[in-house]
């Protein structure tokens, strides 16, 4: 099982957080308790053989796949209490280990299994290590002990408490109160120091570079020639209490206070990497790396972290740069790369810092919306409203540039020395030997507005807002490629190798102009997105930069594309929104104007609304490969789980089942894809989808096998898992041995009777025996057609044809149960709540994907429905593409954010119409609680809370959808009057004080 690890660690390099970096370039991300941890405090991580990731809390373990949470606590682990000091643990032969106040115990499977030898009176166990044999030794209140042969034994220190251990290779170190201690070759030794030590307590103990280092309840100490001191680089935080302490792979030496994480290196000072998350102090309890070298923080108050290297940054008012909100870029007369913003012009020096260069303020409009640095060495900044020029240091408005006064300046090209191009807002200008000219229809351009500029086969390309021009200085004609780049907003233009030119626009894609023509390439070719602000190139890729990310391209499959057609490969290299599989989570890019994009001095810069967005292309790394992929474990309704072992056999009467599985990826989670038969069900693979989990329902009896694969990474391999066999036991009357013993008495009913006959006249017994026969053979044929009968209603009556879920057959059913009980008092007096689904704009979907891709997404939102109905909740298709949440009143902690997940949920799922092609999907909701009014007058007529919820859908859908809303009876309203203004519509029982909205507050 430990497999994936390994696969893991040897497949990549190991990518610690490089020490030069200014901790703010760091990639940080971030999960608190709603993202699925038990509790917030995370007091200790560590890696699984598989690859999980494992943390304490005070609420209990939690286990992360990079995805998604599962917790551990007493319901989920016999014998586990989880409490404030819970440490959890990886020793060397991938067990887990769990330190507590109760002592020490393995973690194995969903059991706890005790050390034994520890004895009651160890008190809490606070700390692991592996000892230079091979054994494991454990930090107790009662001193070290040392477990090997599966049993514990004191190992020495009977009279301290031991609060933290370090192996470096050869000797141990244990940290505890008023001392430091050396265990070497079983004898433990004190290390001596200059300072008083009496007061402290070491609860931390880590190395770097060989050196070993401590952190007590007031500062840090090292050690060095043998004794205990404090470095001098630590004497700012010498009355700080140390909470966490770990040196990583690159020389970094992490240090957690109650205020926030340090850090501190060969190459850097001691420095805080961050001291505040949402106004609460951090109070960091523990650091772990992992194999890639990424980061893991635990806090006491604000989650779990993850750091890493990354391969962009955003430069903003940490690096100097005081408006983050920018606009253009572009290579400065000294190869410095200027910056305009929305207040001025500022320049990266050679540290990475933003100086201001001038501000723009005086002008009639400060947005530096584009950039352009002349061959006499000026900068023109081209603003919203005008263009201004800087030189020798001074900013002015020449009057040549009047008539741009009131233009948006979206681009500059210099032909030739004073010899200016000029897109704007207004169309296109030629400046020439100190005279300004307007092209407008005369000269065949039939715009209103530039966006680009390009020179290619020696003619001017003018991209515009409706269409692609070509021409020369005295004549232009549309390019009229037959496709949609006529008509597209086309934002860059940038010539590739071999003739050709890369055409960027807004929203249809990159078109390539070649000697054949036009080719086109959108997200049917292989795009992640169609929406393109800027192109760039460097030796091998074309960059592709917009309001959704930054994608590349290898210049060489393009040119395969333009002269064979197909598909094209891409790499997202940032994806903030996640609308592609891959890629840096991380806010770019502007678009709209010649200069949103620069590649110079190695990097690639592009303006976005936080700064300025900085890329490494030699840095970026491909899509994530899933490390392991398990099958994890089977649930029925009711509760039951099994573990997803080898063969799982299902109990009698088990036939709906659901089926959870994982892999495990912490980089680029979202981007696995998963696809999933249930092999003697099923004959072909399910398409592939990002959802974890598959329900199955009305499964008949038989023998069958779950076969999993996941795919990703750059070139989408499969990782198969592990199969599981599940057996599905036949109830008493679908079993081979009762159908043999039905056969045998109608076998031995035609015996006796020909018996009892065959005493007659031959001509008698031969009439009868044939009228026998053929009555058995009517009465087989009729039981048949009654069975078969039988089955297909029950499976079909109260199920879903296409999704699998519940009906409004079940609902019928369910409720008037639910009722009888109700009143029977055999239930609790509590509600059920009823949340009415419209998927919005659905018809679009079907219009332009398919009804057959219409139906998938159906599927899958139906998958959706049932991880969100859980265990005790009922999901129906209430019909076409309106869906039913059918949740009792303890299933959730409010309806306010229970009608909020809903809506959350729907809006963040990744519905896929195909591998690469995201459908974006919003629901209107309704929501009522059954009985709906205050005095439960209507528990006989549960039809009323169906017509409430739907009011409240409705009321959405005409109010902008993609939200919820309630219409609430008020304390007063009695079921007849009710029912009778009802009738007049819901806005009456407002107006008349019967009910009143509650609305999605966003």
Same mark, same amino acid.
């Given at each position: 099982m430990a497999m994936g690890l390994l696969v893991l660690t040897c497949s990549l390099p190991l990518l610690a957080l490089d020490p030069q970096r200014a901790p703010t370039e760091y990639v940080v991300d971030h999960w608190g308790f709603p993202a699925g941890l038990p509790q917030v405090s995370v007091t200790s991580i560590a890696l699984d053989g598989n690859g999980f990731l494992w943390m304490s809390t005070q609420g209990g373990l939690a286990r992360f796949d990079g995805l998604n949470f599962r917790g551990y606590g007493e319901q989920q682990i016999r014998g586990y209490r989880p409490a404030i000091g819970d440490r959890v643990w990886r020793d060397n032969s991938d067990r887990l280990w769990l330190g507590s106040s109760q002592g020490a115990?393995? #973690?194995?499977?969903?059991?706890?299994?005790?050390?034994?030898? #520890?004895?009651?009176?160890?008190?809490?166990?606070?700390a692991f290590a592996v000892a230079p044999g091979g054994s494991v030794l454990l930090g107790t209140d009662h001193g070290v002990?040392?477990?090997?042969?599966?049993?514990?034994?004191?190992?020495?220190?009977?009279?301290?408490?031991?609060?933290? #251990?370090?192996?470096?290779?050869?000797?141990?170190?244990?940290?505890?109160?008023?001392?430091?201690y050396l265990i070497d070759a079983g004898m433990a030794s004190l290390v001596e120091s200059a300072d008083d030590l009496s007061s402290l307590r070491f609860r931390q103990i880590a190395s770097r570079a060989g050196r070993i280092y401590l952190g007590s309840s007031r500062g840090l100490f090292e050690i060095s020639d043998g004794e205990l001191r404090r470095p001098d680089w630590a004497e700012q935080i010498s009355d700080q209490a140390i909470e966490?302490?770990?040196?990583?792979?690159?020389?970094?030496?992490?240090?957690?206070?109650?205020?926030?994480?340090?850090?501190?290196?060969?190459?850097?000072?001691?420095?805080?990497?961050?001291?505040?998350?949402?106004?609460?102090?951090?109070?960091?309890?523990?650091?772990?790396?992992?194999?890639?070298?990424?980061?893991w923080v635990g806090s006491y108050t604000t989650g779990l972290s993850r750091w890493w290297n990354g391969w962009a940054t955003t430069i903003g008012p940490e690096r100097g740069l005081a408006d983050p909100f920018v606009w253009s870029?572009?290579?400065?007369?000294? =190869?410095?790369?200027?910056?305009?913003?929305?207040?001025?012009?500022?320049?990266?020096?050679?540290?990475?810092?933003?100086?201001?260069?001038?501000?723009?303020?005086?002008?009639?409009?400060?947005?530096?919306?584009?950039?352009?640095?002349?061959?006499?060495?000026?900068?023109?900044?081209?603003?919203?409203?005008?263009?201004?020029?800087?030189?020798?240091?001074?900013?002015?408005?020449?009057?040549?540039?009047?008539?741009?006064?009131?233009?948006?300046?979206?681009?500059?090209?210099?032909?030739?020395?004073?010899?200016?191009?000029?897109?704007?807002?207004?169309?296109?200008?030629?400046?020439?030997?100190?005279?300004?000219?307007?092209?407008?229809?005369?000269e065949g351009l039939e715009v209103?507005?530039?966006?680009?500029?390009?020179?290619?086969?020696?003619?001017?390309?003018?991209?515009?807002?409706?269409?692609?021009?070509?021409?020369?200085?005295?004549?232009?004609?549309?390019?009229?490629?037959?496709?949609?780049?006529?008509?597209?907003?086309?934002?860059?233009?940038?010539?590739?190798?071999?003739?050709?030119?890369?055409i960027g626009t807004y929203r249809d894609g990159i078109h390539v102009r070649s000697a054949t023509g036009y080719s086109e390439l959108t997200t049917r070719e292989g795009l992640p997105w169609n929406s393109v602000g800027n192109l760039q190139v460097d030796s091998e890729h074309l960059w592709v930069s917009g309001p959704n990310g930054v994608f590349r391209s290898t210049i060489r499959d393009i040119e395969a594309y333009v002269l064979d057609g197909g598909q094209i490969r891409t790499e997202p290299v940032l994806n903030e929104g996640r609308n592609a599989r891959g890629g840096q989570r991380l806010r770019c890019c502007n678009a709209g104007a010649l200069s949103r994009g620069l590649y110079a001095n190695g990097y690639l810069w592009f303006p976005s609304l936080n700064g300025l967005v900085r890329i490494s292309p030699n840095e970026v790394?491909?899509?994530?490969?899933?490390?392991?992929?398990?099958?994890?474990?089977?649930?029925?309704?009711?509760?039951?789980?099994?573990?997803?072992?080898?063969?799982?056999?299902?109990?009698?009467?088990?036939?709906?089942?659901?089926?959870?599985?994982?892999?495990?990826?912490?980089? =680029?989670?979202?981007?696995?894809?998963?696809?999933?038969?249930?092999?003697?069900?099923?004959?072909?693979?399910?398409?592939?989808?990002?959802?974890?989990?598959?329900?199955?329902?009305?499964?008949?009896?038989?023998?069958?096998?779950?076969?999993?694969?996941?795919?990703?990474?750059?070139?989408?391999?499969?990782?198969?898992?592990?199969?599981?066999?599940?057996?599905?036991?036949?109830?008493?009357?679908?079993s081979t041995a009762f159908r043999a013993l039905l056969a045998l008495a109608a076998a031995t009913l035609i015996a006796v009777l020909g018996y009892v006959f065959s005493r007659r006249s031959a001509g008698r017994e031969l009439q009868l025996q044939q009228q026998v026969e053929q009555r058995t053979a009517e009465l087989r044929r009729a039981n048949d057609r009654l069975r078969n009968a039988n089955q297909a209603l029950a499976e079909e009556s109260l199920t879903d044809g296409l999704t699998g879920l519940k009906n409004r057959r079940f609902l019928a059913r369910f409720l008037a149960d639910w009722r009888r009980r109700s009143l029977l008092g055999e239930t609790a007096q509590e509600q059920l709540w009823l949340f009415?689904?419209?998927?919005?704009?659905?018809?679009?979907?079907?219009?332009?994907?398919?009804?057959?891709?219409?139906?998938?997404?159906?599927?899958?939102?139906?998958?959706? #429905?049932?991880?969100?109905?859980? =265990?005790?909740?009922?999901a129906l298709r209430w019909g076409g593409e309106e869906f039913l949440l059918l949740m009792p009143e303890a299933g959730f902690s409010s309806v306010e954010k229970m009608a909020e997940r809903i809506v959350k949920a729907v809006r963040r799922a990744d519905f896929r119409a195909n591998e690469v092609e995201r459908v974006p999907l919003s629901v209107s909701l309704g929501v009522c609680p059954y009985p709906a009014l205050p005095d439960r007058g209507d528990i006989a007529d549960w039809a009323l809370a169906l017509e409430l919820a739907d009011a409240a859908l409705y009321w959405v859908k005409r109010h902008g959808r993609n939200g919820w809303n309630r219409l609430i009876p008020s304390p007063q309203a009695h079921h007849d009057e009710f029912i009778a203004e009802f009738r007049h519509g819901a806005n009456q029982l407002v107006q008349r004080g019967l009910a009143s909205w509650q609305r999605d507050p966003g």
């Open positions: 115990a393995i #973690l194995d499977g969903d059991r706890l299994v005790a050390v034994e030898g #520890l004895g009651a009176e160890v008190g809490h166990v606070h002990y040392a477990y090997a042969k599966g049993r514990a034994s004191r190992l020495g220190l009977a009279d301290s408490r031991v609060y933290a #251990l370090h192996s470096d290779g050869s000797r141990v170190y244990a940290g505890s109160d008023g001392a430091v966490a302490l770990y040196g990583d792979s690159d020389g970094n030496l992490w240090i957690g206070l109650i205020d926030g994480l340090m850090r501190h290196s060969a190459q850097r000072p001691l420095e805080w990497v961050f001291s505040e998350r949402d106004n609460v102090r951090p109070w960091v309890a523990s650091i772990f790396e992992d194999p890639r070298g990424d980061l870029v572009a290579r400065g007369p000294d =190869d410095r790369v200027l910056v305009g913003s929305a207040t001025g012009l500022w320049q990266v020096n050679e540290q990475g810092s933003v100086e201001a260069v001038v501000s723009t303020q005086t002008l009639r409009n400060s947005a530096v919306y584009n950039l352009f640095v002349s061959s006499a060495e000026q900068i023109w900044i081209g603003t919203r409203a005008g263009m201004a020029r800087l030189h020798e240091g001074k900013l002015d408005e020449p009057s040549l540039w009047a008539p741009l006064a009131t233009r948006q300046i979206n681009a500059v090209l210099e032909t030739a020395q004073e010899h200016y191009w000029i897109g704007t807002s207004d169309g296109l200008y030629l400046q020439s030997n100190g005279v300004l000219k307007r092209y407008g229809p005369a209103a507005a530039v966006r680009s500029l390009a020179i290619f086969e020696d003619q001017l390309y003018v991209g515009s807002e409706r269409g692609l021009y070509i021409g020369t200085e005295g004549q232009f004609r549309a390019a009229n490629s037959g496709n949609r780049l006529d008509q597209a907003m086309i934002t860059s233009m940038v010539p590739l190798s071999n003739g050709k030119l890369a790394l491909p899509p994530e490969q899933p490390a392991t992929v398990l099958i994890e474990r089977i649930s029925a309704d009711g509760g039951q789980r099994w573990n997803a072992d080898q063969r799982v056999e299902l109990p009698l009467g088990v036939r709906d089942i659901s089926i959870e599985y994982t892999a495990i990826a912490f980089r =680029d989670p979202e981007s696995i894809r998963f696809r999933y038969r249930l092999a003697g069900y099923e004959s072909d693979w399910q398409s592939p989808s990002a959802q974890r989990s598959v329900r199955y329902t009305n499964l008949p009896p038989g023998s069958y096998r779950f076969e999993l694969q996941a795919q990703g990474g750059a070139h989408d391999l499969s990782v198969t898992a592990e199969a599981v066999e599940l057996a599905i036991p036949a109830n008493t009357g679908e009415l689904v419209d998927l919005d704009h659905f018809k679009s979907v079907n219009d332009r994907y398919g009804h057959l891709v219409g139906d998938d997404i159906l599927k899958q939102f139906s998958q959706l #429905l049932l991880r969100l109905a859980g =265990d005790g909740g009922h």
